[in-house]
């Protein structure tokens, strides 16, 4: 395809939202030039545009108006900079000219000169060996991220921990698709019933910013998105858009070995009520190392007492309310960590279970129960 004679028109809003689906995985200041490019081709009555940072692969296209077919590539930040500050629902006239050096962009009164670059060392990451494919809805694979993508860690020694483990299993003798997150604190899994197709899926990490970016462009999905992959990347596909990732080459560990088995002492308590209390008498350790954001939790007959102490602030203690009749057991949570697990609770009802002062906690919404959290206890 000859680039020389690349001309098109094209709507700046519609523009302006496949660019931003596609501009976060590009990394400004990469060691090949080509990479802080995006790919523009106009063929055929679409504008594709593509990105990639050689982990994660982006497209989308819009409808344009192709007066010549073309590809070229350009700065993808300064691409989105110019789109962004175009009035609203505007023409945007993109024309390259005679040596295919500069791309001119021409709305209203506006012209810009954009630098280009040849795109045949863009790299890509094939698709044609992804032979598990099936279908989620988007809501489930929103409400999958979203409930676990809290407890990724960030530790880079650990990188087998760096992203989000789907794999397939079973709860009750049923076959389901799980999705876990643990960054050794604490953990977060989200079920669903395994989808038709992914029988023969084993498990894959996806990376944090696969994760993030995917969330991200899932707000404008209505619908299914299509997924397929293998044992070393993952495609995610929906309207024109398409998600095409490595995965972390590592294992994930046997998760279910921290999941405790016999946490006999089961609290209820409303759940606004626990994470504002946590909210307010940690208000005096704010300030203070993360290490040291222990907050204590004093359980007995039907009432939660919770405490913080700052040995340069004061300390803090607040009572809760909860339905509990067991002996009374004293546990130190990370404050953060038991906010965290609260927010991702959508029901009235959390839902705790524990042994002792010493074996981590088991947190459940009682509103869904494909919704499970474990967190460690801290010592105080």
Same mark, same amino acid.
């Given at each position: 395809?000859?680039?020389?004679?690349?001309?098109?028109?094209?709507?700046?809003? &519609?523009?302006?939202?496949?660019?931003?689906?596609?501009?976060?995985?590009?990394?400004?200041?990469?060691?090949?030039?080509?990479?802080? %490019?995006?790919?523009?081709?106009?063929?055929?009555? !679409?504008?594709?545009?593509?990105?990639?940072?050689?982990?994660?692969?982006?497209?989308?296209?819009? %409808?344009?108006?192709?007066?010549?077919?073309?590809?070229?590539?350009?700065?993808?930040?300064?691409?989105?900079?110019?789109?962004?500050?175009?009035?609203?629902?505007? &023409?945007?006239?993109?024309?390259?000219?005679?040596?295919?050096?500069?791309?001119?962009?021409?709305?209203?009164?506006?012209? /810009?000169?954009?630098?280009? *670059?040849?795109?045949? &060392?863009?790299?890509?990451?094939?698709?044609?060996?992804?032979?598990?494919?099936?279908?989620?809805? +988007?809501?489930?694979?929103?409400?999958?991220?979203?409930?676990?993508? /809290?407890? @990724?860690?960030?530790?880079?020694?650990?990188?087998?921990?760096?992203?989000?483990?789907?794999?397939?299993?079973?709860?009750?003798?049923?076959?389901?698709?799980?999705?876990?997150?643990?960054?050794?604190?604490?953990?977060?899994?989200?079920?669903?019933?395994?989808?038709?197709?992914?029988?023969?899926?084993?498990?894959?990490?996806?990376?944090?910013?696969?994760?993030?970016?995917?969330?991200?462009?899932?707000?404008?999905?209505?619908?299914?998105?299509?997924?397929?992959? !293998?044992? +070393?990347?993952?495609? /995610?596909?929906?309207?024109?858009?398409?998600?095409?990732?490595?995965? =972390? #080459?590592?294992?994930?560990?046997?998760?279910?070995?921290?999941?405790?088995?016999? %946490?006999?002492?089961?609290?209820?308590?409303? %759940?606004?009520?626990?994470?504002?209390?946590?909210?307010?008498?940690?208000?005096?350790?704010?300030?203070?190392?993360?290490?040291?954001?222990? =907050?204590?939790?004093? =359980?007995?007959?039907?009432?939660?007492?919770?405490?913080?102490?700052?040995?340069?602030?004061?300390?803090?203690?607040?009572?809760?309310?909860?339905?509990? +009749?067991?002996?009374?057991?004293?546990?130190?949570?990370?404050?953060?960590?038991?906010? &965290? =697990?609260?927010?991702?609770?959508?029901?009235?009802?959390?839902?705790?279970?524990?042994? #002792? +002062?010493?074996?981590?906690? @088991?947190?459940?919404?009682?509103?869904?129960?494909?919704?499970?959290?474990?967190? *460690?206890?801290?010592?105080?």
């Amino acid at each position: 395809m000859h680039s020389i004679f690349m001309d098109f028109k094209v709507n700046s809003s &519609d523009l302006l939202k496949a660019i931003s689906h596609i501009h976060g995985v590009v990394e400004i200041r990469h060691t090949l030039p080509i990479l802080s %490019n995006m790919i523009i081709t106009a063929q055929n009555g !679409n504008l594709k545009l593509c990105s990639t940072n050689l982990d994660i692969y982006c497209s989308d296209q819009v %409808n344009a108006d192709i007066l010549s077919p073309g590809e070229i590539s350009v700065s993808a930040s300064t691409f989105h900079e110019i789109v962004k500050r175009l009035p609203s629902g505007s &023409d945007l006239h993109a024309t390259l000219d005679e040596e295919g050096s500069s791309l001119i962009l021409k709305c209203g009164r506006s012209k /810009f000169n954009l630098t280009t *670059m040849k795109t045949d &060392d863009f790299p890509t990451i094939a698709d044609s060996d992804l032979d598990t494919k099936f279908v989620l809805s +988007s809501t489930e694979l929103t409400r999958m991220i979203d409930k676990t993508k /809290f407890a @990724i860690s960030n530790e880079e020694t650990r990188y087998y921990l760096n992203g989000v483990f789907f794999h397939k299993t079973q709860k009750n003798s049923i076959e389901i698709l799980r999705a876990v997150a643990t960054d050794g604190h604490r953990l977060a899994q989200y079920d669903i019933p395994l989808p038709q197709g992914a029988e023969e899926m084993t498990g894959l990490i996806i990376p944090k910013k696969t994760i993030l970016e995917l969330r991200r462009v899932l707000d404008d999905a209505n619908g299914d998105i299509n997924i397929s992959l !293998n044992d +070393s990347k993952i495609k /995610f596909t929906f309207n024109e858009l398409t998600i095409i990732s490595k995965v =972390i #080459d590592g294992t994930f560990p046997d998760y279910t070995k921290v999941i405790p088995q016999n %946490n006999d002492k089961v609290i209820a308590t409303n %759940n606004d009520a626990l994470k504002a209390a946590i909210d307010r008498v940690s208000a005096v350790s704010i300030s203070e190392e993360v290490k040291s954001k222990a =907050i204590k939790l004093i =359980i007995e007959s039907n009432k939660l007492i919770l405490s913080v102490e700052s040995l340069s602030k004061g300390s803090a203690i607040e009572e809760v309310d909860i339905n509990y +009749s067991e002996e009374k057991v004293e546990i130190g949570f990370n404050s953060r960590y038991l906010v &965290d =697990i609260c927010n991702e609770i959508d029901g009235e009802e959390a839902i705790i279970h524990i042994l #002792d +002062s010493i074996s981590p906690a @088991i947190i459940l919404d009682k509103s869904d129960e494909n919704l499970f959290f474990v967190l *460690m206890p801290m010592r105080i």
